[in-house]
């Protein structure tokens, strides 16, 4: 248990559904970030906070979705009319580290089946 | 952006010690290699991570070469428990970013 824990850890929904995902850091980094994985690959990069600040967003990250951390804690990541082709693994990170030292602390991750 | 280059799959006999490599060639001289490793269904595990120094933890030990355009991550008596996918990774700094971006791998499986 790395202390980044998200909710809910599986999802099935139907396409077309909204389904919303939190992710709890560790409660001292100020650093969040989503990531999403499919089957057999590495985890790519969606997007990162810094406190509450959205620094970056990948084209991943198509208009469907957003993510939020309003008070610089705990994030949520929502996607809007789902396909099935968003049906993977979505993972969160924290972290606290110095520009080139930034060791990311994983969420056990929520994984999403669209139907 | 550094790219990493490693091996698909690795065996190893439990009780041996692993001995996972990476190539860095584009490595630029403020980037550090940082290991993770994820095991089925569970998110990425941090590892370790160097610059120029060998490292060494509870978990591991990374040697890097003298010229940092490869690295070997050495688990020094593997388990069953080892068995996982071991990322290497060299950290990118994009625009003030920290996003990490990961290849897929080695997959690693420990034999009894």
């Known amino acids: 248990d790395t202390g980044v824990s998200q909710d809910p850890r599986h999802k099935i929904t139907k396409r077309g559904q909204n389904v919303t995902f939190r992710c709890d850091p560790i409660?001292?980094?100020?650093?969040l970030y989503w990531y999403r994985q499919t089957l057999g690959q590495g985890p790519e990069f969606l997007t990162y906070?810094?406190?509450?600040?959205?620094?970056?967003k990948s084209r991943l990250l198509s208009d469907r979705f957003s993510a939020e951390r309003p008070k610089g804690s705990f994030s949520t990541l929502e996607i809007q009319r789902t396909e099935q082709g968003d049906s993977a693994m979505y993972l969160c990170?924290?972290?606290?580290?110095?520009?080139?030292?930034?060791?990311?602390?994983f969420g056990p991750g929520t994984r999403l089946t669209v139907l | 952006d550094a790219k990493t280059t490693q091996p698909p799959s690795m065996d190893c006999a439990e009780g041996r010690a692993a001995n996972l490599p990476c190539n860095h060639s584009t490595i630029s001289g403020n980037e550090y290699v940082y290991w993770y490793r994820q095991i089925h269904s569970q998110g990425p595990q941090y590892i370790i991570h160097?610059?120029?120094n060998n490292e060494t933890n509870e978990m591991a030990s990374l040697i890097i070469t003298e010229d940092r355009k490869s690295s070997t991550l050495i688990l020094p008596h593997a388990t069953l428990r080892d068995t996982a996918v071991y990322y290497c990774?060299?950290?990118?700094?994009?625009?003030?970013?920290?996003?990490?971006?990961f290849g897929a791998g080695t997959r690693l499986f420990v034999k009894a």
């Open positions: 160097g610059l120029k």
């Open positions: 990774i060299v950290r990118v700094d994009n625009t003030g970013g920290f996003k990490t971006i």
């Open positions: 409660s001292e980094h100020n650093r």
């Open positions: 990170a924290s972290s606290s580290g110095g520009r080139a030292r930034d060791t990311q602390y």
């Open positions: 906070f810094q406190n509450e600040a959205q620094l970056e």
